[in-house]
């Protein structure tokens, strides 16, 4: 695995509330990262930057911000889960989004797979992935995954979810366009 670090130049205050704004307005799927924290414990996150980067071989990207709380606590993973959030799982995605909401404290939520991370019950599309490369672009932290695993793999009948306008949208066939 590669790690880079990036040399980044700040925005002024204004630039980096529009650049906020701008992104604000562009719609995101949602998905729920899982793994073991640096103190052995169970630790997750929700966030809106899961994307593909390839199918064959099947490889992700995503980032989160700061090294502090849990991000800081499973930066440094060898392998994560990366659960895809659909409408009938944003309440679960709304909690991993709360610093504060103690998301592993019922034990009837989740499950250990033999490879040690935790899997949230409820979820139709989960697969296990490992870094690659990891780039620290202060103050986020972006990483290019390899898929090794599908854990889960039931996409029928589930409702589509993005995080837009820093709310969550369910989406329906009535939203074609």
Known sequence: MTHQTIETTHLD????????????????????????????????????????????????????????????????SASFLIHLV??????????????????FEDESTYEFLETGEPMLKGFGRVFRVEPVSVVEANPAIVFLAKVTDFVKHEPQGATPVVYHARKFHQLGEHYEI
């Open 13 to 76: 205050k204004t630039d980096a509330d529009r650049f906020k704004e701008a992104f604000g307005a562009q719609a995101a799927g949602v998905a729920i990262i899982t793994a073991i924290g640096s103190d052995g414990k169970p630790a997750g996150i929700t966030l809106s930057s899961l994307s593909s980067v390839s199918a064959d071989p099947a490889m992700v990207a995503f980032s989160f911000q700061a090294r502090k709380g849990t991000p800081e606590r499973i930066a440094d």
């Open 86 to 103: 659909d409408a009938e799982n944003v309440l679960i995605a709304k909690n991993f989004a709360n610093t504060n909401y103690p998301k």
